[in-house]
């Protein structure tokens, strides 16, 4: 035995032989089953999550784009960097859509082979009676009267009625089979069927999705009341639309705001609370159309032409009127003021470039003003129940002739010079400083948000969520299981029987079906012994 030892220390390392290399194909065959493994497409569907929380956290251009301005403002050094990545528009970003077409793939790459299965497995028959049945952990065995045939006969009619699918054979005698005769039946199909229609439908869902993108659009737009809206492009504060989506082909509806109201809650409980916001408006959907009167609400949208329009958001006008030096009128309208807080304190500016010279205001309007010690003029109620404005005044260059873009919710007043503050109730009139001209605040109107959207994916959506939910339940509530009933002649006269059975899913317990069985063939006559397994 030493030298054994000895002669096998001798011996060098064993060279393993050399694997081929993997070449282009291979390589290709082998990212193609990593994609659309199971592990894969539940880590795509994992990430999709988790791309869609900034979606849900961080407003988004696509339904508000006045928030997503106003962030902007409020972080000037984290913003500008989350919205080079998209953060606010994910939905329509790179990244969100190589996740997305990716888990696209590996759905389809991974459903499709085992439908194909599946489909083999149901057109198969069940399989033949195991040679040790009282080995399996659901197990049986007694003596009933009767012979062979009519007791297999009696257990195969008692499953087909049960809806079993039933294959009867006989094992043979060589190879250590002990020529019995056997009864083979599987129930629960539709447990795979469902798991497999699930899935189906979360790749139509995501075909659905993807018909909506690309076909479909939406846009937002602020109207005050007694004004009007037209669909098209030039009308829309924000708007996007699909790939093959053409603004040129928007359907030609329009409508009027002809009155916006609010409720809100006066008790102290919840005292503030909105308990009505309601849009009536007047819209037509061809411009020939007479107009027809309807009604918005919150979650109760208007649909025009395949489009529906919903309401998300409200606020104030305040209505100013400007003089310049000379007392020429050069401004005479409502300004959309923006809210702030819950109790709609709302902040906004009004340029007025053909005053001489130019001036800009910045304004707080407050619909119920009070002056707070430590916070100054602030709302402590959403109500118009003593609005005031605060005006900041600055004369100077508005820098609208660069031809550089400007928000039209803030003032720069980088080459401008403040000449007062001043705060005024309805009616009030500020002098401005200097003879620089008057400012009148003369009242107020409302303003209603709309979210204007078309999407033709969205029935598919929905019938597919449907049909995604069923499967599910399918998947389950549905016991995949087998059981085979053998007999052979007893040496004491009547018939041997063997009963078990075989879960193929977690937790199915197949005592109920296995006892039915013993009990159905145990009903032709009283049984002479029993060996339970």
């Given at each position: 035995?030493?030298?054994?030892?000895?002669d096998?220390?001798d011996?060098?390392?064993?060279?393993?032989?050399?694997?081929?290399?993997?070449?282009?194909?291979?390589?290709?065959?082998w990212?193609?089953r990593?994609?659309?493994?199971?592990r894969?497409?539940?880590?795509?569907?994992f990430?999709?999550?988790?791309?869609?929380?900034?979606?849900?956290?961080l407003?988004?251009r696509?339904?508000?784009?006045l928030?997503?301005?106003?962030?902007?403002?409020?972080?000037?050094?984290?913003?500008?960097?989350?919205?080079?990545?998209?953060?606010?528009?994910?939905?329509s970003s790179?990244?969100?859509?190589?996740v997305?077409?990716?888990?696209?793939?590996s759905?389809?790459?991974?459903?499709?082979?085992?439908?194909?299965?599946?489909?083999?497995?149901?057109?198969?028959?069940?399989?033949p009676a195991?040679?040790?049945?009282?080995?399996?952990?659901?197990?049986?065995?007694?003596?009933?009267?009767?012979d062979?045939?009519d007791?297999?006969?009696?257990?195969?009619?008692?499953?087909a009625?049960r809806?079993?699918?039933?294959r009867?054979?006989?094992?043979?005698?060589a190879?250590?089979?002990?020529?019995?005769?056997?009864?083979?039946?599987?129930?629960?199909?539709?447990?795979?069927?469902?798991?497999?229609?699930?899935?189906?439908?979360?790749?139509?869902?995501?075909?659905?999705?993807?018909?909506?993108?690309?076909?479909?659009?939406?846009?937002?737009?602020?109207?005050?009341?007694?004004?009007?809206?037209s669909?098209?492009?030039?009308?829309?504060?924000?708007w996007?639309?699909?790939?093959?989506v053409?603004?040129d082909a928007l359907?030609?509806?329009?409508?009027?705001?002809?009155?916006?109201?609010?409720?809100?809650e006066?008790?102290?409980a919840?005292?503030?609370?909105?308990?009505?916001?309601?849009?009536d408006?007047?819209?037509?959907?061809?411009?020939?159309?007479?107009?027809?009167?309807?009604?918005?609400?919150?979650?109760?949208p208007?649909?025009?032409?395949?489009?529906?329009?919903?309401?998300?958001?409200?606020?104030?006008?305040?209505?100013?009127?400007?003089?310049?030096?000379?007392?020429?009128?050069?401004?005479?309208?409502?300004?959309?003021?923006?809210p702030?807080d819950?109790?709609?304190?709302?902040?906004?500016?009004?340029?007025?470039?053909?005053?001489?010279p130019?001036?800009?205001?910045?304004?707080?309007?407050?619909?119920?003003?009070?002056?707070?010690?430590?916070?100054?003029?602030i709302?402590?109620?959403?109500?118009?129940?003593?609005?005031?404005?605060?005006?900041?005044?600055?004369?100077?260059?508005?820098?609208?002739?660069?031809?550089?873009?400007?928000s039209v919710?803030?003032?720069?007043?980088?080459s401008?010079?403040?000449?007062?503050?001043?705060?005024?109730?309805?009616?009030?009139?500020?002098?401005?400083?200097?003879?620089s001209?008057?400012?009148?605040?003369t009242?107020?109107q409302?303003?209603?948000?709309?979210?204007?959207?078309?999407?033709?994916?969205?029935?598919?959506?929905?019938?597919?969520?449907?049909?995604?939910?069923?499967?599910?339940?399918?998947?389950l509530?549905?016991?995949?299981?087998?059981?085979?009933?053998?007999?052979?002649?007893?040496?004491?006269?009547g018939t041997?029987?063997?009963?078990a059975?075989?879960?193929r899913s977690e937790?199915?317990?197949?005592?109920?079906?296995?006892?039915?069985?013993?009990?159905?063939?145990?009903?032709?006559?009283?049984?002479?012994?029993?060996?339970?397994?």
């Amino acid at each position: 035995m030493s030298n054994l030892t000895d002669d096998r220390r001798d011996v060098g390392p064993v060279d393993e032989p050399a694997l081929p290399p993997l070449g282009s194909v291979g390589l290709l065959r082998w990212m193609w089953r990593q994609l659309t493994s199971m592990r894969t497409a539940l880590i795509l569907l994992f990430l999709l999550a988790l791309a869609s929380i900034p979606g849900s956290v961080l407003p988004q251009r696509g339904t508000n784009p006045l928030r997503v301005d106003q962030w902007l403002a409020d972080n000037p050094t984290s913003g500008p960097v989350l919205d080079r990545f998209g953060f606010f528009d994910v939905y329509s970003s790179p990244w969100f859509a190589a996740v997305y077409l990716l888990l696209f793939i590996s759905l389809i790459g991974c459903v499709l082979p085992r439908t194909r299965l599946h489909w083999r497995a149901i057109k198969a028959p069940p399989p033949p009676a195991p040679r040790r049945l009282m080995r399996l952990p659901m197990a049986e065995e007694f003596v009933v009267p009767g012979d062979v045939d009519d007791v297999l006969a009696s257990a195969r009619d008692d499953l087909a009625s049960r809806r079993w699918r039933v294959r009867a054979g006989e094992s043979p005698t060589a190879n250590g089979g002990d020529g019995s005769c056997w009864v083979a039946a599987e129930k629960g199909y539709s447990r795979e069927t469902g798991n497999l229609v699930f899935h189906l439908a979360l790749i139509l869902v995501l075909v659905a999705v993807a018909v909506g993108g690309l076909f479909g659009w939406k846009g937002n737009v602020i109207v005050r009341e007694g004004s009007g809206f037209s669909n098209t492009l030039t009308q829309y504060d924000a708007w996007g639309g699909g790939r093959f989506v053409s603004p040129d082909a928007l359907a030609p509806f329009s409508f009027t705001l002809d009155t916006f109201t609010v409720d809100f809650e006066r008790g102290e409980a919840q005292r503030g609370a909105p308990r009505l916001f309601q849009a009536d408006v007047t819209y037509r959907a061809q411009p020939t159309d007479a107009g027809e009167p309807a009604t918005i609400q919150v979650n109760e949208p208007l649909s025009v032409d395949g489009a529906k329009v919903f309401l998300v958001g409200h606020g104030y006008a305040p209505h100013f009127v400007v003089r310049d030096s000379t007392g020429s009128v050069v401004f005479d309208d409502t300004v959309v003021f923006l809210p702030q807080d819950g109790n709609f304190t709302s902040s906004g500016v009004v340029k007025i470039p053909d005053a001489s010279p130019a001036l800009g205001l910045n304004g707080l309007f407050l619909p119920t003003a009070t002056l707070d010690d430590v916070l100054g003029p602030i709302s402590t109620f959403p109500g118009p129940d003593y609005p005031a404005v605060f005006l900041s005044a600055f004369k100077g260059d508005l820098g609208l002739d660069a031809g550089t873009p400007q928000s039209v919710y803030r003032l720069d007043t980088t080459s401008m010079e403040k000449i007062g503050l001043e705060s005024l109730l309805p009616g009030e009139t500020w002098t401005l400083p200097d003879g620089s001209g008057q400012v009148e605040f003369t009242g107020f109107q409302r303003w209603a948000s709309f979210q204007i959207a078309y999407d033709p994916g969205k029935e598919l959506t929905l019938a597919a969520a449907a049909v995604a939910l069923g499967g599910l339940m399918l998947s389950l509530f549905v016991r995949r299981r087998r059981i085979w009933v053998k007999a052979v002649p007893s040496a004491g006269g009547g018939t041997l029987v063997q009963v078990a059975g075989l879960a193929r899913s977690e937790a199915a317990d197949l005592s109920d079906d296995i006892r039915a069985m013993v009990t159905h063939l145990e009903s032709n006559g009283p049984a002479a012994e029993r060996n339970p397994g």
